[in-house]
């Protein structure tokens, strides 16, 4: 405690009425609550299994629970309640399972499955499969907002939300019938057991005596109501939260959540955590300054004691391949020069599009780097399904890859068959693709079965013998002619949701080829050599084990992220890449409350930046396969121009601090390279 600010300790302390602890970026709002947890049990000798605090990750919760452990040291802590919302949700419906009408051993649904039950009861009932393209959206926000399917129906608008409304209500039957519940259920649920039970209620009030809820901004209609119906009218609480850093309206959370907390509760005590102990001031004054365009119910401004820090950059790059060109260079001169780590940078982006550039930058400067918030390259399935016919094609060894596209596109080898071959493998202690080629595999499998094994079999031998000698050029026509041999276009059509989603995996592919044709290039016009197909496989094989080595934040790699994956995270020095009208802010959110919400985007974007923050834009752009020419974003002009270095601007003069600041990294990055 003593170590705390006058702030933090406000609102530690404070206990006697309900209290919102407004925690700025950086302000140490995790180190609050867990000290007020330790004062809670220390001081006012309150239970820990008594007290419940809330998150919205599972690495939040454990950071949590670690540091209350910590700070109790000999004191007892077991049986504090620290977890996400929707795992203190699974709980309560664990333990009022009866009531609720389930049974036991009920199960939870996640996406792929509650995808597949809307299907095949869009085809049972003969619904209109379009209203399946959003129907998991639209089902999960009616949950959010404790709607009832007869509510939804009844508040449908067209004909599309009123099949989607009938087909929650049969969802709503078929996940009941299977004794079954999904993510959304795991609040709703108890929202609807505690309002229909006041006995179960009073139960669960009496065990929470204290309430601690993090990120409060991000709650959304039902969370909000979960929260207002444990604490009761006793109201014991306290909640932090952040509403310049609200990014979830897409998901439901709602950042007025806060607003609503002075009227359901008066006494509420508003405590402002303004002192940031991770940016320096001019990162914060420029954070500042971007959100002050936002209205705000509740103003605040962030400072520190790092004191102003290097010049914030602005760079124009031509278009976004110059782009990811420039910032990785950037990285390996700003690296050199002042001799950090990989994992002291962030790139930044709005959608997971932008990072594809940057990945291939990287990849071919040889740079370590993670992606988080979006799908990698080679997690995507068509990617994975022609690198396995790659891989099968070049070791005819490889059994997983056997297993990945023996049916895909379907060549009905049915489950049976499989197990027949695997059976056979396995007894003869060879590989899926020898068994298929042995004559006694007919005396494991027999009929249409063995033929179409042998099928599949033969044809990968005979592209294994085509492409054993090729190089160069060739193996790029060879692949093209396999993707068309197999009718691979055809199949992603038809297991696409919609021919926009097939269009865009086919892409995918035609992004392969042309990495592995500028592979081919590299290896020509750098070292010669005229790389065969076996050693581009390795090479990418390589690649993508790197990226999927799991790690946490320790290892020392670059990090690529959407601007939603960061929060909540920091970083040395951060690239805020594609400020440009239309992407940030994105298209679609031009108008209020869009808008703002896009403003806090871009808010969180910067305050992730400790030491050094630099943004960029595309004067072009390609958009749907043409350049087009891109405008600075509108949040560019709102920042403090006198903090602000634009590339190449002759009317930008450092002042002699910062000159001063700059010579001096300069000599102490020389100076450590001296030493090695």
Not at 361 to 385: C, H, M, T, V, W
Not at 579 to 599: C, D, F, V
Request: hydrophobic share 40%.
């Amino acid at each position: 405690m003593h170590s705390l600010n006058e702030r933090q300790s406000q609102a530690v302390l404070h206990t006697q009425t309900p209290t919102l602890v407004l925690a700025g970026a950086g302000s140490g709002k995790t180190r609050v609550i867990s000290e007020k947890i330790a004062h809670l049990i220390r001081k006012l000798e309150i239970k820990p299994f008594n007290i419940y605090a809330l998150t919205f990750t599972n690495k939040s919760a454990k950071e949590m629970k670690e540091r209350v452990t910590k700070l109790l040291k000999n004191d007892n802590a077991q049986g504090i309640n620290v977890s996400t919302f929707h795992h203190l949700g699974l709980n309560i419906i664990r333990q009022e399972y009866k009531i609720l009408g389930y049974k036991a051993n009920f199960t939870i649904m996640d996406a792929s499955d509650t995808r597949q039950i809307m299907k095949d009861l869009l085809k049972k009932k003969k619904l209109d499969e379009e209203a399946l393209e959003n129907a998991q959206w639209d089902i999960s926000n009616w949950k959010n907002a404790l709607l009832t399917p007869e509510q939804a129906l009844e508040n449908a608008k067209n004909q599309l939300e009123q099949a989607r409304a009938i087909l929650f209500d049969l969802y709503e039957k078929q996940l009941k019938a299977y004794n079954a519940i999904d993510f959304d259920d795991l609040i709703s649920l108890p929202v609807k057991l505690f309002k229909k039970n006041p006995e179960i209620l009073d139960k669960w009030q009496n065990k929470v005596r204290y309430l601690l809820v993090d990120e409060y901004q991000d709650t959304n209609a039902s969370q909000y109501e979960l929260v207002k119906l444990l604490v009761g009218i006793q109201a014991r609480f306290t909640v932090v939260g952040d509403d310049d850093q609200s990014i979830y309206a897409w998901r439901g959370a709602q950042p007025e959540n806060l607003n609503l907390l002075k009227e359901d509760f008066p006494q509420l005590e508003i405590i402002k955590l303004e002192q940031n102990y991770r940016s320096s001031n001019r990162i914060l004054q420029t954070a500042n300054q971007l959100i002050s365009n936002n209205p705000h119910v509740f103003e605040k401004k962030l400072w520190s004691k790092m004191g102003m820090g290097e010049m914030i950059r602005v760079l124009a790059c031509n278009d976004e391949n110059h782009e990811a060109e420039r910032v990785v260079s950037e990285i390996i001169v700003h690296k050199f020069k002042y001799q950090t780590k990989f994992k002291d940078y962030a790139v930044l982006y709005r959608g997971n599009f932008q990072a594809r550039l940057f990945e291939r930058a990287l990849r071919e400067q040889n740079l370590p780097y993670k992606i988080s918030g979006g799908q990698s390259f080679f997690d995507k399935s068509e990617i994975k399904d022609v690198m396995s016919y790659l891989k099968l094609i070049v070791n005819p060894d490889d059994d997983a890859a056997f297993l990945r596209i023996v049916n895909t596109p379907r060549r009905e080898i049915g489950a049976t068959s499989l197990i027949k071959l695997s059976g056979y493998a396995t007894k003869r202690n060879v590989s899926l693709f020898d068994a298929s080629q042995e004559l006694g595999l007919s005396s494991a499998l027999d009929g249409k079965g063995l033929v179409r094994v042998e099928r599949f079999g033969q044809m990968i031998l005979d592209w294994a013998k085509q492409a054993e000698n090729l190089t160069g050029s060739e193996v790029i026509a060879f692949l093209r002619q396999l993707i068309e041999k197999i009718e691979y276009d055809n199949w992603l059509q038809e297991t696409s949701a919609t021919s926009r989603q097939a269009e865009k995996r086919i892409k995918q592919v035609r992004d392969l080829l042309l990495w592995i044709e500028r592979i081919i290039d590299k290896a020509k016009n750098e070292d010669g050599e005229h790389l065969k197909l076996d050693k581009i496989v390795s090479y990418m094989t390589l690649m993508d084990m790197m990226e999927n080595n799991e790690g946490d934040v320790e290892q020392n790699q670059i990090s690529l992220m959407t601007l939603h994956a960061s929060k909540g995270l920091e970083f040395s020095h951060v690239f805020l890449i594609g400020m440009e009208e239309e992407l940030l802010p994105h298209a679609q959110n031009l108008e209020s409350p869009g808008l703002e919400e896009e403003r806090r985007l871009a808010y969180v974007g910067i305050t992730r930046a400790e030491k050094s923050l630099t943004m960029t834009y595309a004067k072009k752009r390609k958009k749907y396969g043409e350049k087009t020419n891109c405008q600075p974003s509108r949040f560019l002009a709102e920042l403090p121009p006198e903090l602000l270095q634009w590339d190449g601007n002759p009317n930008i003069e450092m002042s002699a601090e910062d000159k001063k600041n700059n010579a001096n990294s300069t000599l102490k990055g020389l100076k450590a390279l001296l030493k090695q």
